[in-house]
């Protein structure tokens, strides 16, 4: 019996109406019959069904012969900055198959930026504490700080000495 994955998507957000987030169905070896599977969402901390997309709940069939298939998720564009977000897609109740791996991550890039001289860290849209819908909203000050004079020590068994931060 062939095994069902899916894998991580990601989509950049739109300012308004809906894009597409879509996850991708594999199957381990085809298949001579069709294999079916549910994929359901689910909301996270960051993510909001209604808000930031269409909660869906589908049975996906893997045509006979095929290797693949697509499950999509409706994302709702909005003018917030905000970080990146994440949502859940997971399948359950398999036809024909047997899943080896059960759970994806979708992630909605946000394309947002209302603030001058935001930092340049590639990591920040992942720093959800720093925004306005979800923590301290520190970027509207972000230009008038800079924490110049300021020292920091970290006591981490963790510390990544070779970070340009440090």
Do not use: C
């Not at 899916?6 to 070896?29: P, Q």
């Not at 909001?48 to 045509?63: E, H, K, L, Q, Y």
């Not at 520190?138 to 970070?163: E, K, L, Q």
């Amino acid at each position: 019996m062939p095994t069902i994955s899916i894998s991580d998507a990601t989509v950049v957000e739109g300012n308004d109406g809906i894009t597409n987030l879509v996850f991708t169905l594999t199957l381990s070896t085809i298949s001579s019959d069709s294999v079916t599977v549910a994929v359901k969402t689910t909301a996270t901390s960051t993510a909001t069904s209604g808000i930031d997309f269409i909660a869906a709940n589908s049975v996906v069939t893997i045509a006979a012969g095929q290797t693949s298939s697509t499950f999509t998720v409706q994302v709702l564009g909005d003018l917030l900055f905000e970080p990146t977000e994440v949502l859940y897609a997971t399948l359950s109740n398999p036809s024909g198959g047997v899943i080896a791996d059960a759970k994806a991550i979708g992630r909605i890039v946000d394309n947002d930026s209302p603030y001058k001289n935001l930092p340049t860290d590639s990591f920040l849209k992942y720093q959800w504490h720093l925004y306005d819908t979800t923590g301290i909203n520190v970027f509207p000050v972000w230009s008038s700080y800079t924490g110049r004079g300021v020292r920091v020590a970290v006591f981490d068994w963790g510390v990544d000495t070779t970070n340009t931060d440090l």
